[in-house]
Nanobody
Framework: QVQLAESGGGSVQAGGSLRLSCSTV????????????MGWFRQAPGREREGVAS??????TYAESVKGRFIISKYDNSNTVYLQMNSLKPEDTATYYC??????????????????WGKGTLVTISS
C-alpha cells in the first residue's frame, strides 16, 4: 500500500483552468514496477465515482467527458502525476481523487478502481 498526497484543487469560473498534482509519499518503486499505473477519479455530490484519466507505460486514457480538455502527465520514473484541466465546466465540479496501482505497469479500464487512493481535493466550477 502507498500513501498519495494531492494538491491543486480550488474554485474557478467556467472556461478556466486548474492543475492537480499527486505524489507518492515515502515510496520507491522496484525496478520491475518503476513505471506503474496512476490515475485520477472524481465524485460529484449524489453521483457515483467515475474515472477521469489514467496513465501507464503505454500512454494515457481519458473519459469521453474530458477528452480534449484534460491532460494527464507523469514524467518517466517519477512518482508524481499531474492533471491539467482546461475549459472547465460546471459539471466538472467534484472531489478529485488520485489513485495508483503500484503493481501494475498497465492500467485497467477506467471503469475499475485502483488499489491506493488519495484523500481527495475539491474542484468547484462556477457558471
Amino acid at each position: 500500500q502507498v500513501q498519495l498526497a494531492e494538491s491543486g484543487g480550488g474554485s474557478v469560473q467556467a472556461g478556466g483552468s486548474l492543475r492537480l498534482s499527486c505524489s507518492t509519499v515515502g515510496y520507491t518503486p522496484s525496478k520491475t514496477y518503476r513505471q506503474f499505473c496512476m490515475g485520477w477519479f472524481r465524485q460529484a455530490p449524489g453521483r457515483e465515482r467515475e474515472g477521469v484519466a489514467s496513465i501507464d507505460m503505454n500512454g494515457a486514457t481519458y473519459a469521453e467527458s474530458v477528452k480534449g480538455r484534460f491532460i494527464i502527465s507523469k514524467y518517466d520514473n517519477s512518482n508524481t502525476v499531474y492533471l491539467q484541466m482546461n475549459s472547465l465546466k460546471p459539471e466538472d465540479t467534484a472531489t478529485y481523487y488520485c489513485a495508483a496501482d503500484i503493481y501494475r505497469r498497465l492500467c485497467r479500464s477506467l471503469d475499475y478502481g485502483m488499489d491506493d487512493w488519495g484523500k481527495g481535493t475539491l474542484v468547484t466550477i462556477s457558471s
